[in-house]
Nanobody, 122 residues
């Protein structure tokens, strides 16, 4: 079993930055692909980014250049650096791990964190 705990969310003004962290329990986490998703009120959960165990990354087209996913396998942690934030980035951000299949689909992940709220004011 793997437990994921997100942190780093909060309230930020448009144009600002936040760095989200996802701390994982379990020695096998470093072997899993991991991803970030977000869900705004009234909307479906949306793919943000994913990272393989060796560090290759993939992003939602709309977020390329502003968001960066990274990981520290020694610390069992995945990060999401978010820059130039916009009000439309407001959502609950979720960390996910162990993807089987296409990793931009939430249904393909086995483990989820509880989410962290990000609010961007205009």
């Amino acid at each position: 079993q793997v437990q994921l705990v997100e942190s780093g969310g909060g309230l930020v003004q448009a144009g600002g930055s936040l760095r989200l962290s996802c701390a994982a329990s379990g020695r096998t986490f470093s072997t899993y692909r991991a991803g970030w998703f977000r869900q705004a009120p009234g909307k479906e959960r949306e793919f943000v980014a994913r990272i393989s165990f060796e560090g290759s990354t993939y992003y939602a087209d709309s977020l390329k250049g502003r968001f960066t996913i990274s990981r520290d396998n020694a610390k069992n942690t995945v990060f999401l650096q978010m820059n130039s934030l916009k009000p439309e980035d407001t959502a609950v951000y979720y960390c996910a791990a162990r993807c089987g299949g296409t990793c931009n689909k939430a249904v393909n992940y086995d483990y989820w964190g509880q989410g962290t709220q990000v609010t961007v004011s205009s």
